[in-house]
T-cell receptor, first 116, second 118 residues
Framework: AQKVTQAQTEISVVEKEDVTLDCVYETRDTTYYLFWYKQPPSGELVFLIR??????QNEISGRYSWNFQKSTSSFNFTITASQVVDSAVYFCALGPPASGTYKYIFGTGTRLKVLA | GAGVSQTPSNKVTEKGKYVELRCDPISGHTALYWYRQSLGQGPEFLIY????????DSGLPNDRFFAVRPEGSVSTLKIQRTERGDSAVYLCASSLTGGGPPGSYGYTFGSGTRLTVV
């Protein structure tokens, strides 16, 4: 079965702390995509990153970095020097395989609170 | 338009009534998706359109739910005989269909329609 687990329901940090959001996934497919989305209080889901299952290079974008480890089926997200504006719910998602279904499987999300 | 537009932003309806939720995707995006997000949960897939046709409607919970996209642009999600359990935020998303599977480049989501059935 395809599944995404975000075990951390809520995390609170003080501004400027680093924080890592965990994501573990399950899939039978050999080709798949992984995503992170941010959902601020306004409700709109904002695309952050896409990762192809064949590309295990870690990625850094400003204060954001992602660690993809196929061996442990994990795709963790780290925010360095967190800011109050980072407060949101973050969703990890497993995306379409080449085999044909088109839906995403989302985790239940991690609510991040960054305190000033 | 510049983003995915969903109307109305909020809808309160009585149990048993019929509702329509509208989604206007980004111009040129051929792929359109509907998801439903209950409180404290991640979005759950409902249906996917490629152009005018529903390529995957496996997420529609029952036959009270139906969606159309007659001209390959605007889509309407229709719910008949609404029940209190239908209360949720209904999200629409669109994406380009590039070289990979549809949606593999990431979706652009709208702000959603919050449906409350009383």
């Amino acid at each position: 079965a395809q599944k995404v687990t975000q075990a951390q329901t809520e995390i609170s940090v003080v501004e400027k702390e680093d924080v890592t959001l965990d994501c573990v996934y399950e899939t039978r497919d050999t080709t798949y995509y992984l995503f992170w989305y941010k959902q601020p209080p306004s409700g709109e889901l904002v695309f952050l990153i896409r990762r192809n299952s064949f590309d295990e290079q870690n990625e850094i974008s400003g204060r954001y970095s992602w660690n993809f480890q196929k061996s442990t089926s994990s795709f963790n997200f780290t925010i360095t020097a967190s800011q109050v504006v980072d407060s949101a719910v973050y969703f990890c998602a497993l995306g379409p395989p080449a085999s044909g279904t088109y839906k995403y499987i989302f985790g239940t999300g991690t609510r991040l609170k960054v305190l000033a | 338009g510049a983003g995915v537009s969903q109307t109305p932003s909020n809808k309160v309806t009585e149990k048993g009534k019929y509702v329509e939720l509208r989604c206007d995707p980004i111009s040129g995006h051929t792929a359109l998706y509907w998801y439903r997000q209950s409180l404290g949960q991640g979005p759950e897939f409902l249906i996917y359109f490629q152009g005018t046709g529903a390529a995957d409607d496996s997420g529609l919970p029952n036959d009270r739910f139906f969606a159309v996209r007659p001209e390959g642009s605007v889509s309407t999600l229709k719910i008949q005989r609404t029940e209190r359990g239908d209360s949720a935020v209904y999200l629409c998303a669109s994406s380009l269909t590039g070289g990979g599977p549809p949606g593999s480049y990431g979706y652009t989501f709208g702000s959603g329609t919050r449906l409350t059935v009383v």
